[in-house]
Each structure stands twice: as C-alpha cells, then as structure tokens.
C-alpha cells in the first residue's frame, strides 16, 4: 500500500533548452542537465538529481526523443530517505511522470511502472518494480497484491479493527551507496541458476527465483522442497558455483556478478531461495486470510508479519540489531505483528495494531525506542505514524 507521504516537485515548462534541477531540502544541492546531451547517471556517486535523471532517461528512451522539452523543477519531499519507505523509488517515478507531461506524451500507470522500474536500475540498484507499481496502481483504501509477468495489482481489503504503524529505527542505508542490495539480488540469481540445472531446465534465459517455479509449473511448497533438496546450507564459493554451472570464472563475473559485487567470494545460495519463496508463500497466505473475512483474521496476519520478520533477520540476513529491537519493542507495546518494510538493513518495521490500541501502543514505543535517545527523540515526529492505505501518484495542472 501506498503512504500518504510523497515527492511533490513543481514544474515550468522553458524554452532554455536545459532542465534545472532544484531542492527546497539545501542539502540537495542544484544540477543544471542540457536537453541535448545524452542524459549519463554516475552509479559510483548516486547524487539526489540522478535518481531524477533517471526517470528523465527512462521516459526518454521509452518515447526515443531526441530533444527533451526544457524544464524547471523544484522538487520536495516528506518521505524519509534510506528508511524502506522507497524514496528513491518515488522521487524517480515523480520524475518519469514529470517528463511524460512536459514531452507531451501519455502512457498508463503500468506502463510508467514497468519504465520507472527498469530506469531506476541506472542508479546502480538491480531493484525489483513493486515499489514503483504502487507508487502509480495506489488507491486510497484499498492494498493491493502486486504481481509481474504481466505487471498487476489486485485489491485486498483489509481486516476491520487493526491499522498499521510505521516506525523508523533512524538508521539510515543508502542502498545504491552500498552493495548489500545487490549482493542479495546476485545471490538470487545464482540459485535459480543451479535450481535450473537441477531440474535440467536451461539456466541461461532464468535470472529470477519465480521464472524457475514458472518454468517447472510447481507450487511455492514444492520450490520450497527443491530448494531443501538441492541447495547446501553452507556458503558456495565461487569455484563450486562455477563447476556446478560450468561456466568459466570470466563468465561468473560478468554475467552474475554486478559491478558493486566482484569482490564476493562466497554465497549463501540456499538461505536466500528459502526466504524468498517463503516471503512469496506468506503474501498469498495474507491476501486468502484477508479475503477469508474470518473472525481470527488479525491475530493470523500478524503471526505471518512475525515470520516474515525471522525469515529476514535469519534466511535473508537483511536486518540490523536496531531494527530488531524496534521490532520487539513494537511486538511488547501490544502489535499482533511487526517486521521490517522495504530492503532493510535499516530504515523502518510496519506493524499491525488493534485500532483500540494504537495510542498506547504509540506511547509505549515513544518511551522505549525514541525518548531514550536524543537523536532519535528528535526525529520522532516523522518516525512515528499510523499509514493508511494512500493513493498513487498524481498530476495537479495549472492552466
Ligand atoms: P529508500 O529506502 O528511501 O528508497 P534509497 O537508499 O533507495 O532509500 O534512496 C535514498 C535516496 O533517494 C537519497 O539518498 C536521495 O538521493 C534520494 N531522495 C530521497 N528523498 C529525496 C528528496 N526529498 N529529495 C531529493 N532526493 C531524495
Ligand atoms: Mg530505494
């Protein structure tokens, strides 16, 4: 679901034939871009604009327009950065939408998803599309179960009686800064590689855990008794990944590895699969509980939250020892579930709480998570809130 915290960026169209880039936060500094040049996004230094040009990119190739319409925009911002909550993401389909308009062209929201997913990539992080397809398939009200190959969002109602909270642990991670991202990602590839040999299906076309469980037409159950019987838990080196898929050390680095990830020497490959077919196994679970309408609805969503938090900290390693305290901390102030949201290794844990409770439960986590801590004390405010499903991404014209 979407928040209600966004990017808003305000837009003049010029004939300067330049696009300028500005931030009301002085610590995004400004970046002047001619609409001429071919748009080049440094990943070795992911600047505030780049994430902009990278929507810019993405509608530009999409459209292939030689020369983009000059423009003027000032950008702004309630989201947490580094926190989970997809800034990055926002900013960059906030940018995608802007150049659609400005260029004069249109397209529909799972089209600018599925642009704004694959562009967002230039920034260095071999992310997935969810949350680009919320950010524009929101709706007020309602959650909705995202699903690709073809892109897809089907609404889920939520149980009566319970709301989810957002709190941030304050640690930021600045995901394209660092490689912990991508060092998952490149362990998931693996695996559905040597999953695909197994089976004696032909790796080279399969990158993504899912394309293996479509291609053997098996349940979530039984990927997961795959993953069991062919995956060793202990760590595979690069020689045995290489020899198990018999492909040479050079062909290991280019077409598995990305550029912030050559220096791995070792891989968790069964670890990773087992998480993320478990992650996939408890969505579908939560949408039929929610569907199910069943009295008992909110304490089982919460036990699937609480899993999916261990299966993070634990399988997919993607946590930190604040966040796990926050989690407990959320857990003892009376939610029926908490887990960390977004990529981890920082940033924020959603938990459900009974409507009846949010006040203490809001109390309680104040008192033992941010009032402790003057620096976390400080960023309260913005830390701290109930989230109800918000709507999409937006176009506010001015004549
Ligand atoms: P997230 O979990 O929030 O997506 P990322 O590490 O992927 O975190 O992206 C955070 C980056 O997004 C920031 O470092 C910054 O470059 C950019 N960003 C986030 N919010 C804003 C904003 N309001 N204005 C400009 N850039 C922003
Ligand atoms: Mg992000």
């Not at 690709?148 to 800064?177: H, Y």
Request: glycine share 6%; charged share 20%; hydrophobic share 40%.
């Amino acid at each position: 679901m979407a928040i209600e915290q966004s990017i808003l960026a305000a837009v003049s169209l010029n004939n300067s034939g330049k696009i300028h880039l500005s931030n009301t936060n002085p610590q995004y500094q400004d970046f002047i871009v001619s609409c001429s040049e071919d748009i080049t996004i440094d990943k070795d230094n992911p600047k505030w604009f780049y994430y902009f040009l990278c929507g810019v990119k993405g509608i530009q190739e999409k459209f292939g327009i030689t020369r983009l319409a000059g423009m003027s925009c000032v950008v702004d911002g309630t989201i947490p950065p580094s926190s989970g909550l997809s800034s990055s993401s926002a900013l960059v389909c906030c940018s995608g939408l802007v150049t659609m308009e400005a260029n004069q062209k249109s397209l529909s929201k799972v089209a600018l998803a599925e642009i704004c997913a694959k562009c967002e990539r230039y920034i260095g992080t071999e992310g997935g599309g969810m949350d680009q397809s919320i950010s524009f398939l929101a709706e007020k009200g309602t959650a909705k179960l995202i699903e690709f190959q073809p892109l897809r969002a089907t609404d889920v109602q939520l149980p009566e009686g319970a709301v989810f909270v957002i709190s941030n642990c304050c640690v930021e991670m600045n995901k394209a800064a660092s490689s912990h991202y991508n060092i998952r990602v490149v362990e998931c590839r693996i695996a559905t590689k040597m999953l695909a040999r197994a089976r004696d299906l032909d790796p080279s076309g399969l990158s993504k855990l899912a394309q293996v469980q479509t291609e053997l037409k098996a349940s979530l159950e039984e990927m997961l008794a795959l993953v069991q019987e062919v995956l060793d838990p202990e760590p595979y080196s690069r020689e045995e990944v290489c020899k198990v898929l018999c492909v040479t050390p050079e062909q290991f680095s280019t077409e598995l590895l990305s550029a912030n990830t050559q220096h791995l020497t070792h891989f968790k490959l069964h670890q990773r699969a087992k998480h993320v077919y478990g992650e996939a196994a408890r969505v579908m679970k939560f949408k039929s509980i929610c569907d199910s309408g069943s009295a008992e609805s909110i304490k089982l969503l919460g036990a699937l939250m609480n899993q999916s938090h261990a299966s993070c900290k634990d399988l997919y390693e993607c946590s930190c020892p604040e966040l796990d305290q926050l989690v407990d901390i959320c857990l003892k102030s009376g939610a029926v579930g908490s887990r960390l949201t977004g990529a981890g290794w920082g940033g924020c844990a959603v938990s459900m709480v009974p409507s009846e409770k949010v006040e203490s439960f809001l109390q309680a986590v104040r008192n033992a998570y941010y009032i402790p801590d003057p620096r976390r004390a400080a960023m309260e405010k913005q830390s701290l809130f109930v989230s109800k499903p918000g709507g999409g991404a937006a176009v506010f014209m001015e004549e």
